[in-house]
T-cell receptor, first 115, second 114 residues
């Protein structure tokens, strides 16, 4: 079945780059997403990438997609203490058979930024 | 100011009691979702609704019930049949015409069963 895997924890120093990795199983996903969750809050969409793209950049965020290896990564440049949060990777399921709109989420990676 | 609201933020209940969590959205989205979040397990889908008066079970529907009588509202009832209801519950919505399938989340309700 569909599955999305992430490492659970990453610790970096303020000012360094952070790279959060994700692997997924469903090669027919059309979009993949990165969400951010701050303590006690809901999920906030950071960015998404269309499956035909290799890279997407948005200010300090760079998303890389290797569709052959089913690997997605999120790079945060110049990581700040305010970036400390849980980051979730997700993929959408192919439309049809009642799957329209459904997303599959990874377990989340806790990013700790040390001053 | 469009968005999704969930209430209450914290909820305490005694074991054996049913409890209803509220989710309201003014984004005019057709689809709404309920997720349960436990530490280290990510988000698991409880129920979802793609249109008013219709809903489907997700991966962990046992012990939960929902209704979708209005487009903007999708309440979740945690029944006494749910064996381990203490968790963080998240509601989300999406626009069926949005080809990106992006879901937008509410702030969550933390349910603690004593």
């Amino acid at each position: 079945g569909e599955d999305v895997e992430q490492s659970l924890f990453l610790s970096v120093r303020e000012g360094d780059s952070s790279v959060i990795n994700c692997t997924y199983t469903d090669s027919s996903s059309t979009y993949l997403y990165w969400y951010k969750q701050e303590p006690g809050a809901g999920l906030q969409l950071l960015t998404y990438i269309f499956s035909n793209m290799d890279m997407k950049q948005d200010q300090r965020l760079t998303v890389l997609l290797n569709k052959k290896d089913k690997h997605l990564s999120l790079r945060i440049a110049d990581t700040q203490t305010g970036d400390s949060a849980i980051y979730f990777c997700a993929e959408n399921l192919p439309h049809g058979s009642g799957n329209t709109g459904k997303l599959i989420f990874g377990q989340g990676t806790t990013l700790q930024v040390k001053p | 100011d469009g968005g999704i609201t969930q209430s209450p933020k914290y909820l305490f209940r005694k074991e054996g009691q049913n409890v209803t969590l509220s989710c309201e959205q003014n984004l005019n989205h057709d689809a709404m979702y309920w997720y349960r979040q436990d530490p280290g397990q990510g988000l698991r889908l409880i129920y979802y609704s793609q249109i008013v008066n219709d809903f489907q079970k997700g991966d962990i529907a046992e012990g939960y019930s929902v209704s979708r009588e209005k487009k903007e509202s999708f309440p979740l009832t945690v029944t006494s049949a749910q064996k381990n209801p203490t968790a963080f519950y998240l509601c989300a919505s999406s626009d069926r015409l949005d080809l990106t399938d992006t879901q937008y989340f509410g702030p969550g309700t933390r349910l603690t069963v004593l």
